[in-house]
């Protein structure tokens, strides 16, 4: 069965006050999230890996001793991690729930010292990739930061909250501030109560 392109939870315009523009949305989610359902589908036709689920195409396609991917895992990922980010965000009020604020005060020492943290592993990404908040194998919270599509599937880690730092996603709105998106990202567009969901069925 093939993959699909899921709806935005939220209209395309749902984040322009909050610093993502409805320009952006339509390119990131209509185009570039299309393409890697598109390409996808069509790589893993008639291969061992269709009928598969996502998380098991990425576990079983991904290569740790190499940077440059494959095509399977490259298309996979990437609508793996698209899939989260669009609803990692949203348009409410974004408070954080106090048990979530907590466990990242108990883990990072501050809320503000997770922002920083955060931000530092988005904006020191070389290149294209991703910054994640993540309940690592033993339980802890990790800030991790990946390069290309390489996600925390990869690593049997649970994704909380993913960042995605491809230029593709904040240069019509941000131009090549790329530490602005990451602040602006962590301070009105994350959906605290869907990383706090997360983090309860972790």
Known sequence: MAFELPDLPYAHNALAS???????????????????????????????????????????????SAVAQNGIFNNISQLWNHNQFWEMMGPGDNKMPGELESRI?????????????????GAGQFGSGWAWLVVDTDGTLKITKTENGVNPVCFDQ?????????EHSYYIDFRNKRPAYLANFLDNLVNWENVAERLSNA
Not at 33 to 51: C, F, M, P, Q, S
Not at 109 to 115: D, I
């Open 18 to 64: 909050k610093g993502m523009s409805k320009e952006t949305l339509e390119y990131h989610h209509n185009l570039h999230h299309k393409a890697y359902v598109d390409n996808g589908n069509k790589l893993i036709a008639g291969t061992e890996w269709d009928g598969k689920s996502m998380e098991e195409i990425i576990k079983g396609t991904y290569n740790a």
């Open 158 to 166: 649970t994704a909380l909250l993913g960042c995605d730092v491809w």
């Open 105 to 121: 005060a108990d883990a990072f020492g501050s809320v503000e010292k997770f922002k920083e943290d955060f931000s530092a592993a």
